[in-house]
């Protein structure tokens, strides 16, 4: 039996700048990049939502991103911990505690989500979709449409899937930071993009492609409203998994080499790539059929079922689909639960079997009220939300955006210049004092006035 005293005095670490690079980038590409990304872009108006994205990762997403990497690796500790280790005072350690508290929240309902898409691989395996083909387009998409109701609305199977991504999950994190997420992270990122980009191609040979292509990248600037620009900071801020100690924690496990702000740009600029890349996926496929590009959430499971079966080799492609976001949903959600798995072990010394099966059984337990309305728990509401509405909107609306302008404001005002600059340039190893110059400026001054913009709308006082 190991000695759980001793987890905490050897702590692993990734093994290199690319385990580094594929583990971090697993977190960030996840349901965001195949299920929010193409509804979002499809409800507000293509091209004009994908720049206005693209500067709330540069000025919101990347700058929290580097401050939680500092943090983690200045500390090599777990979210609480690390400001211990920062001896800055114990009210700065409430970053931690929402930390867990977001990760866990987010993985109730996640859990839930992914469950369904590891459901809807398993069913496009069994050739469950294959029957839509000989369907004239309207009853296919009816058919569709109430295979989703009945079977994420059944009264088992959702839950029941949903165990079996908390048990995967749990395993991963189990086996270990290497044996667990990297050798994960680097065998299976590389087959999604792969996967991806096969996608891709086969929808951009469809007759819709030309529109569904102009769609994406035509810029209509009177399409830009605060609202736009609201959801546009929000979706930043849950692809790069920023606000909630996700980062801290894998950034305690970075190599002491590892260029933190450049690792920053290649999973920022390789996550909004996966995401072009679902949209190409998604696209062209929506208006060769004719469909609603704002389609809402359902565009994943409503449509690609519905438009892959239409289409030659479509069946083979709706496996691969689904298994790639099967991979997304499962590298993302290792990287949520790693959090409360990695303080229970080392604050409360926790054995990390014991660790890992509390985490996975509370999810679990918890998780399954955010099954769909009509499956057994699904209907169960407090403050008139369901469940999964509940956790979605106090996660994403309120607590990553209080985590993530607290780690701004640590980290732009409390952390001393030099220090920052020790860390982030590995001692003084990388030449980079024009580019943390401005990374700094932009954590002072831009990146809290957004935040606090975007939290101040979201809980309503403010409007647009
Ligand atoms: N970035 C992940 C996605 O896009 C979600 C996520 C959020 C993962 C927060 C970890 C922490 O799906």
């Not at 349901?31 to 004009?48: D, E, S």
């Not at 189990?174 to 299976?188: D, H, S």
Request: charged share 10%; glycine share 10%.
């Amino acid at each position: 039996m190991s000695n759980p005293n001793l987890q905490t005095t050897k702590r692993e670490t990734f093994s290199s700048g690319l385990a580094v690079f594929f583990a971090t980038l697993g977190s960030a590409v996840g349901l965001g990049n195949i299920w929010k990304f193409p509804y979002l872009v499809g409800i507000n108006g293509g091209g004009a939502f994908i720049l206005v994205y693209l500067v709330c990762i540069v000025l919101v997403g990347m700058p929290v991103a580097i401050s939680e990497f500092y943090i983690g690796r200045r500390t090599k500790s777990n979210p609480i911990q690390a400001f211990d280790k920062l001896k800055v005072g114990p009210l700065w350690k409430i970053i931690g505690y929402l930390g867990v508290m977001t990760s866990f929240f987010v993985m109730l309902f996640y859990s839930s989500v992914a469950g369904w898409v590891y459901l809807y691989t398993f069913k496009a395996l069994k050739g469950d979709f294959t029957s839509i083909a000989s369907l004239p387009m309207k009853e296919a998409g009816a058919f569709v449409t109430k295979e989703f109701d009945m079977v994420v609305g059944g009264p088992i199977s959702p839950m029941l899937w949903q165990l079996i991504v908390v048990s995967v999950v749990s395993i991963i994190i189990f086996a270990g930071v290497k044996k667990g997420i990297e050798k994960v992270t680097k065998t299976l990122m590389p087959v999604l993009f792969v996967l991806i980009i096969v996608c891709a191609l086969r929808a951009l040979t469809l007759e819709g492609a030309r529109q569904g292509i102009d769609f994406l990248f035509s810029v209509d600037f009177s399409a830009i409203t605060p609202a736009v620009l609201l959801s546009a900071l929000g979706l930043a801020f849950f692809k790069l998994s920023i606000g909630m100690g996700t980062m801290i924690t894998y950034a305690s496990y970075f190599t002491n080499d590892n260029n933190m702000p450049a690792t920053s740009a290649k999973v920022a600029i390789s996550d909004v790539g996966i995401s072009m890349l679902a949209g190409l996926a998604v696209f062209p496929v929506v208006f060769t059929f004719g469909l609603e590009p704002g389609n809402g959430p359902g565009l994943l499971f409503n449509t690609i079922p519905l438009v892959f079966s239409k289409i030659p080799f479509g069946s083979t492609l709706l496996i691969a689909f689904f298994f790639l976001a099967s991979i997304a949903a499962t590298t993302a959600m290792t990287s949520m639960f790693a959090v409360p798995v990695s303080v229970l072990t080392e604050s409360l010394n926790m054995r990390k079997s014991t660790a890992v099966i509390l985490t996975g059984g509370m999810v679990f337990l918890i998780g399954i009220f955010t099954v769909h309305p009509s499956s057994l728990l699904g209907n169960v509401e407090i403050f008139g939300k369901s469940f999964f509405d509940l956790f979605d909107y106090i996660s994403s609306n309120i607590l990553m955006p209080i985590g993530g302008l607290l780690i701004a404001i640590f980290v732009g005002y409390f952390v001393t210049k030099d220090e920052l600059i020790d860390e982030l340039s590995n001692q003084g190893r990388l030449n980079m004092v024009f580019f943390l110059r401005i990374f700094r400026l932009l954590l002072r001054f831009i990146t809290p006035i957004l935040l606090i913009i975007i939290f101040l709308n979201s809980i309503g006082l403010i409007k647009f």
